[in-house]
């Protein structure tokens, strides 16, 4: 076990007990292609879909934009593929394979949130979660944050990926979450347990 690696789900389930037949949703066409983890640390090509339907150990990115003692939190456009319409940090993402991962996280927030800055990665977490319509997640997730002055932040939400956001102090999500779990994804609710001060 990597000491760098911190696990945040160390009791849950490592994937689906049984995989959909048929697949809930068909692969990307053309394949998009994220970093699989074999079990010895190496990585693989792997359809981003296969990943999320089987449960497999892959790479994503999660990046945290703060304002003073605010974060930009992002609510999913409602045709993404799982948890449409939900609440969840800045931006997210998987890297193509074979690419960096600040490269990946620079992107896109580009591609996402239509503005760019700079980016420090601060840790690195594994957590596995069900997050609905038959998918699972099964993620070593590299965090970056970044501090920007709000009224300098632009923001152009691209509407495939972005519904809307805001901007809410640690103790307004831990609130938030605690009323309406449900409207937060499922891996922003592990972070927010691990973290609740925001404090990585």
């Keep these: 076990m990597n000491p760098r690696i911190l696990h945040l789900t160390p009791d849950a389930k490592p994937g689906p007990s049984q995989i959909a037949d048929p697949w809930p949703l068909p692969p990307t066409n053309p394949p998009a292609m994220i970093p699989g983890i074999n079990p010895d640390g190496s990585l693989y090509?792997?359809?981003?879909?296969?990943?999320?339907?089987?449960?497999?150990?892959?790479?994503?990115?999660?990046?945290?934009?703060?304002?003073?003692?605010?974060?930009?939190?992002?609510?999913?456009?409602?045709?993404?593929?799982?948890?449409?319409?939900?609440?969840?940090?800045?931006?997210?993402?998987?890297?193509?394979?074979?690419?960096?991962?600040?490269?990946?996280?620079?992107?896109?927030?580009?591609?996402?949130?239509?503005?760019?800055?700079?980016?420090?990665?601060?840790?690195?977490?594994?957590?596995?979660?069900?997050?609905?319509?038959?998918?699972?997640?099964?993620?070593?997730?590299?965090?970056?944050r970044a501090e920007v002055e709000k009224d300098q932040v632009r923001l152009t939400l691209n509407p495939d990926e972005v519904c809307e956001t805001r901007w809410l102090t640690a103790e307004e999500v831990r609130r938030d979450i605690e009323q309406t779990p449900e409207t937060y994804t499922p891996w922003f609710r592990i972070y927010i347990a691990q973290y609740p001060k925001l404090d990585f």
Aim: negative net charge.
């Design 45 to 144: 090509p792997i359809e981003k879909i296969e990943a999320h339907v089987k449960g497999l150990h892959h790479l994503a990115i999660s990046v945290f934009i703060f304002a003073g003692d605010e974060l930009l939190i992002q609510r999913r456009a409602l045709n993404k593929y799982h948890c449409p319409g939900q609440w969840a940090n800045s931006c997210c993402t998987h890297p193509h394979f074979g690419e960096d991962v600040k490269v990946a996280a620079t992107r896109r927030l580009r591609e996402e949130l239509g503005f760019q800055t700079e980016i420090q990665e601060r840790l690195i977490v594994e957590y596995s979660a069900d997050v609905g319509n038959q998918l699972w997640e099964r993620e070593r997730v590299h965090m970056f």
